[in-house]
């Protein structure tokens, strides 16, 4: 499996992994181990977003065409009329 090593958490946050594992059959080191999975998980996969939105936003100033917040938010204000 993986390393062998301690986390220290605060004891609610201890408390709390504890019910969710109870509630879910599993063990405190599972749950955690998952939660941690997710969680570094999306935060891979928004950081991968901003790459790409980034790209496409130099592509486009590169095309002359520029994206302001300003125009971002009247587009997407324009979106929900």
């Known amino acids: 499996m993986g390393h062998n090593s301690t986390l220290t ?19 405190v080191d599972g749950e955690a181990a998952e939660l941690l999975a997710r969680a570094l998980d999306r935060d ?7 790459s790409e939105i980034r790209k496409e936003r130099e592509e486009l100033a590169r095309r002359g065409v520029f994206l302001t917040d300003e125009i971002i938010q009247q587009a997407k204000n324009w979106g929900r009329k």
């Not at 605060?10 to 992994?17: C, N, V, Y």
């Not at 891979?44 to 901003?50: I, P, V």
């Open 9 to 27: 958490v605060p004891d609610d946050l201890f408390k709390e992994l504890e019910e969710r594992a109870r509630a879910r059959g599993i063990s």
């Open 44 to 50: 891979k996969r928004e950081s991968q977003l901003m």
